[in-house]
C-alpha cells in the first residue's frame, strides 16, 4: 500500500487493507464539549455557512481519535433550504420548517438557488487542504425520499404519513417534488466532490417510513440517479439504508459502491446475501457507547467476527452517535476496533 492511500476509499472499492477502517455517523456533534462549547456561541446555521467553523468543528474528532474518515459537518435539511424552504433547530423538537409543503402550488414553487451552498463549498476547501493526506472527507446529502419526508411533514414526525399520503394520491405533484430533489441534490454533490469530498453518502434515514414494494417504484429511481452520478465521478457511494436492511436485494439495486448497515441486522447474513459484490459499512448498536468498556469491547468484536475476513468492511455505529455518549468511550471504541481488526486480514 502507499503510504498516502487512504484505508478507508481502499476498503469502499474492496481493495486490500490491512485493517478495518473506522468512522462514526454523527462524530462531528453535540457528545463533544467542544461542539457544544462552538455552538453555544454561534447558531447551527452559523457554523454550517461560516466556512472556518464548518471546518473547524468537521476537524473536532479527527484532532481527538485516531479515525480513518471525516464527515463534512453540514445537514441533510440545507438542499430544503437551497429550493427555498427555511428551517430553525427548536430545542427538543429539532429541525422545524417556518412553513411546510400542503399544495401542488407549494411544489410547483420550490426555486433552486445554486449560489446557497457557497460557504459550504469554501468550507469544504478549507476542510481537505487541513486534513491529514491519509484521511478521507466524505461529502453527504439526504435521499430524496427522507428528505421529501421533512419538507412535506414540516418536523420530525414519528409516522411521515403525509408525504405518503402525497404519493397515493397526487403522484404528479409527488414526482415533481422528488425531481426537484433530485436535480438539486445532483448540482450539489457535483459541487462537493469538485471542491474536495473523496466519497458522498446518501443517508436514507427515513427508509423505515416507505414499504418495500413502494420503495422500488417511488423512491429507488431518484436514488439511482443520484447513486449513478456519484459512481460516474469515480469515487465511493455510500447508502446508508435504515429499516431497509432486511432486504439487501432490494439495495443493492442502488449501486453504490457501499451499503451502510441499520444495527437491526447480522452483517453476516448481508455479506452472504450480497455476495461480497458490495462493501458494507456499520453497524455496532449506538446504545453500545452507553455501556462500560467491556461490553464495547465484547460487541465490538462480535461485529467484526460477523463481518469475518477480507476487505469491504468498513466499521461504523447502525445510526449516529447521541448526545450522552461519553468521549472516552469513542477513544475506547476506535482504539479497539484498530487492535482487533487485523486479525481479519491475515
Ligand atoms: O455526521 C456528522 O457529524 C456530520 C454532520 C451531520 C449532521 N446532521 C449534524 C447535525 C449529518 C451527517 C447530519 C445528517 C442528518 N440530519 C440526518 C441523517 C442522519 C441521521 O442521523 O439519520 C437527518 C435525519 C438530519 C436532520 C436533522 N438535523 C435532525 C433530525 C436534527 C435534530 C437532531 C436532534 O437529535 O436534535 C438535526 C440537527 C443536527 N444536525 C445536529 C447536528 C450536530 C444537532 C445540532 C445542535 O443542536 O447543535
Known amino acids: 500500500m502507499h503510504k498516502d492511500n487512504q484505508i478507508f476509499i ?53 484532532n481527538r481519535f485516531d479515525l480513518d474518515a471525516s464527515i463534512m459537518f453540514s445537514d441533510i435539511l440545507v438542499v430544503p433550504e437551497s429550493l427555498g424552504m427555511k428551517f430553525e433547530l427548536v430545542p427538543k423538537v429539532g429541525p422545524v420548517f417556518k412553513t411546510s409543503i400542503s399544495s401542488s402550488r407549494d411544489i410547483e414553487k420550490l426555486n433552486f438557488d445554486h449560489s446557497y451552498f457557497k460557504n459550504i463549498y469554501n468550507g469544504i476547501k478549507k476542510i481537505r487542504n487541513t486534513l491529514d493526506k491519509t484521511k478521507s472527507l466524505i461529502g453527504f446529502a439526504g435521499t430524496p425520499w427522507t428528505t421529501a ?26 414526482d415533481l417534488l422528488m425531481r426537484k430533489i433530485t436535480d438539486a441534490t445532483i448540482s450539489y454533490i457535483r459541487e462537493q466532490i469538485n471542491s474536495g469530498v473523496n466519497a458522498v453518502q446518501i443517508f436514507d434515514s427515513n427508509g423505515v417510513y416507505i414499504s418495500k414494494k413502494n420503495f422500488i ?9 443520484i447513486i449513478n452520478f456519484i459512481n460516474s465521478q469515480n469515487i465511493p457511494s455510500i447508502y446508508y439504508a435504515k429499516g431497509l436492511c432486511d432486504s439487501p436485494d432490494l439495495i443493492m439495486q442502488t449501486n453504490s459502491n457501499v451499503l ?33 468498556n467491556n461490553v464495547i469491547k465484547s460487541e465490538t468484536e462480535k461485529v467484526l467476527q460477523s463481518f469475518g475476513k477480507g476487505s469491504g468492511h468498513i466499521f461504523n455505529l447502525g445510526h449516529g ?22 486479525k481479519n486480514y491475515e
Open 217 to 225: 417504484k417511488y423512491s429507488l429511481p431518484y436514488i439511482k440517479e
Open 321 to 342: 452517535i447521541t448526545p450522552n455518549v461519553r468521549p472516552e468511550s469513542v477513544e475506547y471504541l476506535v482504539q479497539q476496533v484498530r487492535e482487533m481488526s487485523s
Open 149 to 174: 419526508c421533512y419538507m412535506v411533514e414540516g418536523k420530525p414526525s414519528k409516522d411521515y404519513m403525509k408525504i405518503r399520503s402525497l404519493m397515493y394520491n397526487d403522484y404528479e405533484s409527488f
Open 260 to 292: 451502510g448497515i441499520d444495527w437491526s441486522v447480522e452483517l453476516s447474513k448481508v455479506k452472504s446475501a450480497t455476495k461480497g459484490l458490495v462493501a458494507l459499512q456499520g453497524n455496532l448498536d449506538p446504545a453500545i457507547l452507553l455501556c462500560p
Open 10 to 62: 481502499d476498503a469502499c472499492f474492496m481493495k486490500p487493507v490491512n485493517r478495518t477502517p473506522i468512522w462514526i455517523m454523527r462524530q462531528a456533534g453535540r457528545y463533544l464539549p467542544e461542539y457544544r462549547n462552538i455552538r453555544s456561541k454561534n447558531s447551527f446555521h452559523e457554523m454550517m455557512h461560516t466556512p472556518d467553523l464548518m471546518a473547524e468543528v468537521t476537524l473536532l474528532p479527527m
